[in-house]
């Protein structure tokens, strides 16, 4: 069966925030499979829902949210069916996670030989001194030099680079199955985030993980990723390899996504290219396919009810009744490099 | 960082210096002074200036202020008008009786208030946050006098239970269960006093330490909601809190004045009010002064725990 | 929009809080009482000899006092008293703490210098010693209570006023005003005070409380209201004499007190639902 094959499958997923007297539904059907030492990107704009799903994932919403779905296996186990304590103990363990901001990431009245050997004595049940050692290792496979003394250093001593560094070394210290990642980079200087995104592909080399990225730039997943899923308005609108999201893209919000990255090779008079319009309110979601407001192909059943994926060759799937996409009729150059 | 507490202190002097002045000026220009409390219209004026120069009244006003200001330099207060005995005396008879009343119960509210506050804060919205959060809006609200005087109703009057008065009953002055006895109520009263602020303070410390960011980051690496409770929260909450401690300092003269004058407990508050009610200058100004200069150092205090114990300040002075 | 959601926010808080709601209708009702209290037939200062300390019962719902006088009546206008010095201190206090924190803030220099030092050197002495030494140089009476409250509670509004005063002459608008040639006094009017409105508003509230429980606790050792008037804290003093045998004397205006003074509170915390938007923490 497919589920064996994965790392993580996601099948319907759905979270809902309550917040007074209204819901909000911030992931509205999701399906995801991750497959053992893939890198998988997911992207999307801002309140497009990318956070929360991983977020549900790993657990770590408030109280105040619902979470409903059909399906959610990770490594070969139920998580629907766990007790909160048994997902504790995959937390920071098997599966780990980063956040997008490093600056607040840290608690600033602890040292982070603290916070790296807190977790490692959390989930590997050693002593602290080797939990030292270990962290010591930790550090050095993030290549941030001298870490015997920086373990006795605080947060604010640190740039926003090296934190991110600390950051995934916590993560990684107990050599997790899947990592995700939210955001890693956008907090960061453009060079910094260079510098990380090659430090995670080493590291997915070397421990033969899964990575989940999650960004809203398609220049890094580009770079990174095997496959790539496409999020707005709380679903998932293409998915596929790199290779086709890039190259074969079948929906239009990729589509206009693809166009609106500046170009370098661009004539100078050209102008830039926004998607016209604004991501749908969450709480009062449209009927249909939520891009249809803003999509030049939209037609009159797109708003009506929110179209069935449509499968094409080598896996790739896209939640659009279109088949093709004619890339003359996006105003601009085609679509593709 | 002693260089900070150098210049603190440096700063400190010049601003009790004002408040001496402002004092003293304030007592003595007052309409109504100690002299006019000693003298009737009917004396002869040379009985008058005779009383006066033997208080030492009839020197000029900077003379006056100079003197004083040595005086208490040296620990001298000078000498009540109404009762004629050493101020310091007094003093350092009644400040160990306050003492012993807002030490123990600061500290017991303190410890109660980090309990409550932690629990309330972790808990925002549910009923046992709201029960515990209402039950200290109602604490606040509560003049302290009053809940002392109902307490002694039914301790003292109704139940009999209870000594009303003093700190000792005459003749057990050497009996710990009598001074117990007299004891309890006012400490009660004072830990109800103290209790409602800071569980405030510590709840809305802990609302804030739980919506840091490193706080989901916890989470995601698989500490339980006790263990960032206990190993996070509570230090970043008990942090500032310390600082308070400094604060602690003033409240050891005037911490207790209308309890103490509602349970007769011989401390520096009934001290204090006599003196008000009986226009003893020197008394009101000594005590003026001191309190004064214990609420400067208790903020020094407060400056120096907290560049003590953070380490983000530690490293910029 | 935003505003919209704040209102909106507030009276969601206000409608689901019941002691809000309750707060909100005993505020209304004991003003309203106290304002109207001249219209209640019975007359605070009748003395009955016969009928001293006296229990509640019918024909005085809330016993007589020491000399006979109906205590309800008596109480109520206590309670105007109360309410009287509880926001006319917090107007002296305010109109101070605002004056001093704008002027402070928008010249800077020497005189934002030597103002601050006044608030430090007026926050160095602890408030209840300074109040109650000044109340004493002053003739007692309903007067120089409220002056001595407002005159030594300002300093926080001040120093907010100040903050709110600073950063608003900082932004660019006030730069420009400058250079068309507004006058300074038309730019502070105009900008500051409407920004700082809201925590005026809120410090109002939490003021009035204060006031009133300092005012209990001078009138209750003497220093404050003198009779004839009463006001709560001074009933509470006369309640101390004849505690043992009269416990209500003692319950009802102690029990008012705790109701206004919570209620004012409680008004100053939806107040800051709809003013500090952070404090709707939890959404989005």
């Not at chain 1, 319907?12 to 059907?29: Q, S, Y």
């Not at chain 1, 070394?169 to 990592?179: E, G, I, R, V, Y």
């Not at chain 2, 700063?11 to 006019?36: G, N, S």
């Not at chain 2, 602690?248 to 004058?261: F, R, S």
């Amino acid at each position: 069966m497919e589920e064996n094959k994965n790392l993580l499958t996601i099948r319907d997923l759905h979270t809902i925030f309550h917040i007074r007297n209204t819901n909000i539904e911030a992931v509205r059907g999701i399906d995801l499979d991750v497959g053992y030492g893939e890198i998988v990107g997911i992207v999307g704009e801002s309140g497009s829902g990318k956070s929360v799903t991983m977020k549900s994932v790993m657990g770590i919403l408030p109280d105040n949210t619902t979470i409903n779905a059909e399906k959610l296996v990770f490594d070969g186990a139920d998580l629907l069916s766990m007790s909160e304590n048994e997902r504790r103990k995959l937390r920071g363990c098997s599966m780990g996670m980063i956040f997008q901001d490093p600056m607040t990431a840290l608690n600033p009245l602890k040292k982070i030989g603290f916070h790296l050997e807190e977790v490692l004595m959390r989930h590997c049940n050693i002593s602290r001194a080797e939990a030292k050692k270990q962290a010591i290792e930790a550090l050095e496979k993030v290549e941030i030099p001298c870490p015997e003394k920086r373990l006795e250093q605080y947060p604010h001593e640190f740039s926003g680079g090296m934190r991110q560094r600390v950051l995934i070394a916590m993560a990684l210290a107990c050599k997790p199955k899947l990592l995700i990642a939210d955001e890693p980079t956008t907090a960061l200087d453009v060079t910094i985030q260079a510098q990380i995104l090659e430090l995670l592909q080493k590291l997915q080399k070397e421990e033969k993980m899964s990575i989940i990225l999650i960004t809203h730039d398609l220049g890094v997943v580009a770079s990174l990723c095997d496959r790539i899923a496409v999020m707005y308005g709380g679903l998932i609108m293409e998915t596929g390899t790199t290779d086709q999201i890039f190259y074969k893209t079948r929906h239009p919000y990729t589509q206009a996504l693809l166009n609106a990255i500046p170009k370098p090779n661009t004539q100078l008079k050209k102008r830039l290219e926004p998607i016209p319009g604004s991501a749908p309110s969450l709480a009062h979601p449209p009927a249909g396919c939520p891009f249809a407001p803003r999509c030049t192909f939209a037609m009159p059943e797109c708003r009506t009810s929110i179209p069935a994926y449509q499968q094409f060759e080598d896996g790739q799937k896209s939640m659009c009744l279109l088949r093709e996409i004619d890339t003359q009729k996006l105003a601009g150059e085609g679509g593709s490099k | 960082m002693v260089k900070y507490i150098g210049k603190r202190l440096l700063q400190a002097i010049p601003l009790l210096l004002i408040i001496t002045v402002i004092v003293f000026c304030m007592i003595h220009f007052a309409p109504y002074d100690a002299i006019d409390a000693m003298t009737s219209p009917q004396m002869s004026a040379q009985t008058v200036q005779q009383i006066k120069a033997k208080y030492g009244y009839d020197k000029p006003v900077f003379v006056q202020y100079l003197l004083w200001i040595k005086g208490v330099a040296t620990g001298n207060f000078g000498y009540s008008i109404v009762t004629h005995q050493s101020i310091s005396s007094d003093l350092a008879a009644r400040i160990p009786a306050t003492m012993q009343l807002v030490i123990p119960s600061y500290l017991v509210a303190f410890l109660l208030s980090i309990v409550l506050g932690l629990t309330s804060g972790s808990h925002k919205g549910k009923w046992l946050d709201k029960l515990i959060d209402g039950l200290c809006s109602v604490g606040i609200a509560t003049p302290p006098f009053w809940l002392a005087m109902i307490l002694i109703f039914f301790m003292g009057y109704q139940f009999n239970l209870l000594p009303i008065l003093g700190m000792h009953t005459i003749g057990m002055e050497n009996s710990f269960p009598d001074y117990l006895a007299h004891y309890i109520m006012p400490f009660i009263v004072m830990v109800i006093a103290f209790l409602p602020d800071l569980t405030r303070y510590v709840r809305s410390s802990t609302i804030g330490q739980l919506s840091e960011d490193y706080v989901v980051v916890q989470r995601a690496f698989g500490a339980s909601r006790f263990e960032i409770l206990s190993k996070h929260v509570a230090k970043n909450v008990l942090l500032p809190i310390i600082t308070k401690f400094g604060m602690m300092l003033p409240m050891l003269v005037t911490g207790a004045i209308i309890i103490e004058t509602v349970f007769s407990w011989p401390g520096v508050g009934p001290y204090f009010v006599k003196a008000i009610q009986g226009m003893d200058y020197p008394v009101v100004m000594a005590i003026l002064i001191l309190s004064s200069a214990l609420v400067i150092l208790g903020n020094l205090l407060s400056d120096i725990l907290y560049c003590a114990t953070d380490p983000r300040i530690r490293e910029m002075r | 929009m935003e505003k919209h959601r704040r209102i909106k926010n507030m009276f969601y808080a206000l409608k689901h809080d019941k002691v809000a709601i309750f707060s909100v209708i005993f505020l209304v009702f004991i003003i309203l009482l106290s304002i109207f209290a001249f219209l209640i037939p019975t007359d605070p200062n009748a003395i009955d000899p016969e009928n001293m300390l006296s229990a509640p019962s019918a024909q005085h719902w809330f016993g007589t006092d020491e000399v006979g006088r109906d205590y309800l009546i008596r109480t109520i206008y206590g309670g105007r008293v109360s309410l009287l010095v509880g926001v006319l201190a917090m107007m002296t206090s305010t109109v101070i703490g605002v004056g001093v924190g704008t002027v402070a803030g928008y010249f800077g220099g020497l005189v934002d210098n030597i103002l601050m030092r006044i608030v430090d050197v007026l926050s160095s002495i602890p408030w209840m010693i300074l109040i109650t030494v000044v109340s004493i140089l002053l003739k007692p009476g309903l007067q120089t209570i409220i002056l001595v409250i407002g005159l030594f509670t300002w300093m926080e509004i001040a120093r907010l006023v100040r903050a709110e005063t600073l950063s608003v002459k900082e932004r660019e608008f006030v730069m420009y005003s400058n250079f068309i040639g507004t006058s300074s006094m038309h730019i502070v009017i105009r900008h500051v005070i409407p920004s700082v409105l809201p925590t005026i508003i809120i410090s109002a509230t939490t003021s009035i409380a204060n006031a009133i429980m300092t005012e209990s606790s001078l009138s209750f050792l003497g220093l404050g209201i003198q009779q004839p008037m009463s006001s709560w804290g001074s009933l509470l003093q006369d309640a101390q004499g004849n505690l043992q045998n009269a416990l209500y004397m003692a319950l009802l205006p102690g029990i008012l007190i705790i109701l206004t003074v919570f209620s004012f509170n409680k008004i100053g915390d939806i107040l800051r639902v709809l003013i500090e938007p952070k404090v709707t923490a939890g959404d989005e």
